[in-house]
């Protein structure tokens, strides 16, 4: 048997690294791609390692008790939803074969998959779907906490047949099952401890890839399930997460070839043009639909001085978005002009309070807080997280700290890893300010909704974790989220993005401009998906085997 390192050190030297299905346990001399062999022109292939470039190493693989990214990107071929969402946010089938809405729009029927397995064995069933929307989803999802709320019953009168009975007609929960809702196995998690149940770290899923092992700081490997549902697949034979914190590593180990994927949000804006000259690599902009996402600068308001709202609209105008569009992100972005994105069209609001850059306003504003400076020009000092591997945040944190000081604000960059920012910002709240990209979308109700409704301020990840109350907004956001009428509920969310950007709730900076980047070896990337930086269950390498025989 060929040593891992061994396996690693070949691995690096090549511009081309996949292997055939011998290789899935490190028992045989590898086949390695030669460049410039003919690629398959007639589908999907067999074989392979699809390997995964991560700039952030999570604490778990529990996709319901958290959206983060890092997770979301190596365990989501590993668990299943009931249906996925494609690019024009339609459902695609996934663990239910079929559903049908009742006229009134209070029932959905979910028909499952028949002789589906957990990867342990042991047989999947509708339990399963009802457990872990009311014991997991509704209670622990930083989303799925809200809407639960809507759910009056879920009945499951045979083992593949899930019915949702909602207590009045909802445009968002078909979305949410479709984006967020993983199923995760009764057997293992009932009576347990949610948040720490041992199979967080090893999950066990219905997904074409089994998990394999975790190496801390090194990488985490899926394996072929060989008892998919869907017998053709999958197509490659594992999947690798390598752990890369440095970004132009990342990007190096792309052009060499070991990695064959680079997600947004690892991949920096600075190399984008680089990559887009580069034949060997594919940079896509398709793929990230729902996301919206919104480079924001959060402050702590239950922490003075910013829980005065001239001391946040003077933080506001003492910032130049455009300057750091230009110089943290390339140019790749525009300016956000409140709390949902423009890629939310129904939804968004452009006719929002705005705070053009002017440190002359800001100055007076901090003047009329009564924050006077002391005898060095300082007002007072502050520090600002950001999460250390998202090179594009990092230079935005460390601008803003600089233009804060032409108001009097010493700033302080505190550039930290992934777990470390999550857990001081939304389980300690021991920040002034956090930069951070969090997404609006697939609908208000899922990405906007939980940053700012006061009933979603708890130690969460990706909650309302700058502590905002405001029983208006509340109300506002509760009757959109419930409201079955999408028209009328684009009038709710355009009414609470004037509120909250006069609150000045935070500093929405600018909108994500979202490309990923990835080995044009493989195909069946970024192709359906509204969420394609995830799903690449399907995943195929052009030079592998016609069949898997």
Known sequence: MRKRDEFDAAAACL?????????????????????GLALAADGPRYGGT??????????HLNLNITTDAATKLISNPVLSKLIGLKTDFTPAPDLAKSWAVSEDGLLYTFTLEEGVKWHDGKPFSAEDVKFTFEKVLFEFHNIGKALGQYVET?????????????????????????????IQPKHLYDGTDVMTNPANTAPVGTGPFRFSEWSRGREVVLVRNEDYFRKDRPYVDRIVSRFIPEASSRVRALEAGEVDYLAYFDLPPSMVATLRENPNITVVGEGHNAWGSIVELMMNLDRAPYNDVRVRQAITHAIDRQFIIDKANFGLSKVATGPISSQIGWAYNPETRQYPYDPETANKLLDEAGIARDSNGIRFKAGIVVTRTIEANVKTAQIIAEQLKAVGIDAQVRAIDDASSSEAVY????????????????????????QYISSNIRPVPFTNGIGYRNPKVDDLLTRAASNPDRAKRAELYKEVSEVLCDDAALVWLYENAAFSAYNPAFGNLHSWAAESNYNYGDVYWKEGEESRA
């Open 15 to 35: 511009s081309r690294r996949a292997v055939l299905q011998g290789l899935a346990a490190l028992s045989a001399t590898p086949f390695l791609s030669i460049p």
């Open 427 to 450: 389980i300690k709240r021991d920040f002034d300010m956090y930069v951070q990209s969090l997404t609006t979308g697939p609908d208000p109700a899922m990405g906007m909704q939980r």
């Open 50 to 59: 699809f390997l995964v470039g991560s700039g952030s190493e999570p604490r």
């Open 154 to 182: 879920i009945e499951t009168p045979d083992p593949a047949t899930v019915i949702f009975k909602l207590k009045s007609p909802n445009d968002v929960f078909l979305t949410f099952i479709a984006s967020q809702s993983y």
